[in-house]
């Protein structure tokens, strides 16, 4: 069996040396690099071939790529090199790396060509002052053959163990079962559906209710199609921490009894989350961690792939063992793992790890996106971009002289837009081309002198920085995805300034590809209807499939009573609070036990539990807070046990309203005291609008307002009822749920009650 590798691959497995080094030196970005190799080439002769496909064997390995130049009447073969600054902060293993690239490459050109000796050249171009430096050596074939032998035998008993590991990894897969002795009601439904799309190479939307055991559900029969369609990596993507835990737990059960399986699961979580050292910066010279990194790296990541199940903790527990960062082995392990358990933004984002690997390595991969509904919104975060006026006055004042120009010219247009602003909120139908073009000076003016001062960089500077190339990148694809608006903020301390935002509202353009370029994906939750809405506003294949799986509860278990001739609009609020109190008390007195309460704000939810303690202080209540951490909405959540009783009081689309178990007596019933719609402002009228002129005049304001509102409600209400013995009943406090077009929306397995309170 023959493995295929790039020259890179190879070259960054076999070369790789020294500390990790993540100080912040501007590179040149990916235009300068194309640029700056066009500008090298274009200074050769007629006869320099650019991009030359080289390939060749070594005994179990085949290595292939494409060497940036040859000049055959020098018989020189350059590696072609972009940076920016002083030629000696490029770091000594980044040069070992680049000859050992040209050193392969001109092994395998000798080879094709019949050489007996060839030039080397490693060709810096600076991308500020478009000079070269070349760094040249002439070596024979022998002593190339030599060296790529070399490179060769250290990557081939990996690349053996790899195909080992994948053989074992399929025949393993092939043979698992099912860990329980049968599906639950609706799950074989589903896992049918995910192998079906699996096969066959397509998307799958299947809205399946909380409870039917969707995690397993979906992984099961994607592991298993893994072997059949060759896939060779699994990525398994969630919105919150709670959903990363659910899928270990799901891979777990799928594990053998045995000690040791060949599925490599790992679980990757964001830098903040694994760094051991977060008072000391990501470079050799600081963080212990760094130091020797690469050194250390190859036996840190043979004892992790060893181990197979790669969770957090196992993770952390392997780097400090062998001394390294813990992020970035794991970061290194998202190349060798069967199953990657993360973040959306590790797929979806600008620059996602996972995508990006999946690019470079032509990895056949399939993606399942754990409570899709989320999706949306966390999409459109990844493309927009912010500029906040106040922080960027702050950061005139303490700019070194070399910016201040380029600053005063940003400042200079963004006062010509304030100037025409009218009201607080004001849309422009584009971005202000000098605007732009003043920016994208600026970041370059910064990257030079990030460049030129490396150290001691000011946060406030490298803030600015970031969200200026995001907004500079965003505005080149500008269009009717998104909206360019700015907002007037009042602050006491320097009057008012503005915030500009280039918002995105469909993140369809952006997502598309990363859909088309997996062989298969399944997004699933308990709330995707209706089909259009997500395919529109994610940008799903046209041949995407949607599924309603069948519910495992029946209607007798869920009692849900929908209360007419109660509003709960924001003109009618004062009015309610007596009539929801009322129906709060009587349902509790009637069954006491633990029950959750969901208002559409703060301050509403505060409203109604003033005055529900003033007229009902026996009953026991808590709240949730808008500054809760993370151990008080642990606490908040352990204060619902089996024998407690009381109502919690929380905010719909809040922390509480999805994501979170309360099975059994832990919780019998809710009350959900609005339509969970977006504030009516000027922002989502716009959004409204947008999305009408794009989608039609029907879709408008369901788009905007309906449809993410009744999301909420449906996992809020999905909280009750958790398993095949739960029982429970859920309020639905607003007349509007007497409406057919919200009734649509509902769960179909659901059996509505009307009740009339009483006045």
């Known amino acids: 069996m023959t493995y295929s590798v790039a020259v890179r691959a190879l070259c960054e497995f076999t070369a790789k040396e020294g500390d990790l ?107 500020l002052t478009h000079t070269e430096n070349a760094f040249v050596e002439v070596m024979s074939a022998d002593a190339l053959g030599d060296f790529f032998a070399e490179q060769c035998q250290r990557f081939l008993q990996w690349a053996e163990q790899e195909e080992a590991h994948r053989a074992h990894r399929d025949i393993y897969l092939q043979a698992l079962s099912f860990p329980y002795p049968d599906f639950r ?28 055991g969707k995690t397993l559900g979906t992984l099961f029969p994607q592991l298993k199609a893994m072997p059949s369609q060759q896939l ?71 004892a992790a792939l060893r181990d197979g199940w790669l969770t957090q903790e196992r993770v952390r527990a392997i780097a400090l063992a062998h001394q390294v960062c813990p ?42 996106v754990d409570e899709a509904h989320n999706l949306v919104e966390r999409a459109r975060g990844m493309y927009s971009a912010e500029l906040d006026q106040q922080e960027f006055h702050e950061l005139c004042r303490i700019a070194p002289a070399s910016l201040r120009s380029t600053l005063q010219r940003v400042s200079r247009h963004w006062e010509q ?39 001691g960089q000011d946060r406030l500077l490298l803030q600015f920085y970031l969200n200026a190339m995001l907004f500079c990148r965003l505005s080149e694809a500008y269009g009717p995805h998104s909206l360019f608006d700015v907002t007037r903020q009042d602050s006491q301390a320097i009057g008012d300034h503005t915030t500009l935002c280039l918002r995105n509202i469909v993140p369809a353009p952006f997502l598309a590809e990363r859909f088309s370029n997996a062989h298969t994906t399944t997004l699933f939750s308990a709330t995707l209807r209706p089909a259009n809405y997500y395919q529109d506003l994610l940008g799903l294949p046209e041949e ?10 029946s209607a007798a278990q869920l009692d849900v009573r929908v209360v007419r001739n109660l ?48 007229l009902y202080p026996a009953i026991a209540s808590s709240e949730q807070t808008r500054s809760m951490n993370e151990g008080e909405r642990q606490a908040f959540l352990d204060s619902f046990t089996l024998h407690s009783e009381g109502i919690g009081f929380a905010v719909l689309g809040g922390a509480f309203g999805e994501g979170i178990d309360l099975p059994g007596k832990r919780l019998i019933g809710a009350f959900i005291a609005t339509l969970g719609l977006p504030q009516v402002n000027v922002v989502n009228e716009e959004i409204k609008a947008r999305l009408q002129q794009m989608f039609g005049e029907e879709n408008g304001y369901d788009y905007a307002y309906l449809y993410p509102g009744l999301q909420k409600v449906v996992q809020a209400a999905g909280r009750v009822i958790r398993t095949t013995d739960d029982q429970g009943v859920v309020y639905l406090l607003d007349d509007r749920y007497g409406q057919a077009k919200v009734r649509e929306l509902l769960p179909s397995w659901w059996r509505l009650q009307a009740l009339t309170p009483k006045r």
Request: glycine content about 6%; some cysteine.
């Open 185 to 212: 009601r609706g799950q074989r439904q589903l896992a049918e559906a995910v192998y079906r799309c699996a096969r066959d190479g397509n998307t799958l939307m299947a809205q399946a209710t909380t409870g039917i």
């Open 544 to 553: 995407t499939q949607w599924i309603d799986v069948e519910s495992p509860f």
């Open 21 to 127: 080094d993540l100080r912040f030196t501007p590179s040149p970005t990916a235009q300068e690099g194309i640029a700056g190799h066009q500008t090298v080439v274009s200074r050769r002769g007629d006869s320099y071939l650019a991009e030359l496909p080289l390939s060749g064997r070594y005994p179990g390995l085949l290595i292939s790529g494409r060497a940036d130049g040859y000049d055959p009447e020098r018989n020189r073969l350059e590696e072609i090199k972009t940076h920016r600054g002083d030629i000696s902060r490029i770091p000594a293993n980044h040069r070992a790396l680049h000859w050992a690239q040209v050193k392969v490459y001109g092994w395998l050109l000798c080879q094709q060509l019949g050489l007996d000796q060839l030039e080397l050249a490693v060709v810096y171009f600076n991308v």
């Open 327 to 368: 992020y970035y082995l794991s970061q290194e392990l998202c190349r060798w793992a069967d199953v990657v358990v993360c973040d959306y933004n590790y797929y979806f984002d600008l620059g996602a790890l996972l995508y990006g690997l999946a690019q470079i390595n032509e990895w056949r991969v399939a993606v399942l």
């Open 232 to 302: 060779d990596r699994l990525f398994f993507l969630t919105a919150k921490t709670p959903g990363r835990r659910l899928a270990l737990d799901a891979l777990q059960r799928l594990r053998d009894e045995q000690s040791k399986t060949p599925l490599r699961v790992l679980e990757h979580v964001a830098r903040d989350k694994a760094c051991e050292y977060p008072d000391k910066s990501c470079h050799g010279d600081s963080c212990p961690l760094a130091k020797g990194f690469y050194n250390r790296l190859p036996e840190a990541r043979k």
């Open 417 to 455: 837009l304030n100037l025409v602003q009218q009201g607080d909120y004001q849309i422009h139908p584009l971005v202000p081309d000098l605007l732009v073009a003043a920016l994208q000076r600026t970041v370059s003016a910064i990257t030079d002198h990030l460049t030129d001062h490396p150290n």
């Open 567 to 614: 509003s709960t609009r924001y003109q009618h609020r004062d009015a309610s609070l007596d009539t929801i109190c009322h129906l709060m008390a009587e349902q509790y007195l009637r069954a006491p036990g633990n029950y959750l309460a969901f208002f559409s704000s703060y301050a509403y939810l505060q409203q109604v539990r003033e005055r529900f303690n003033a």
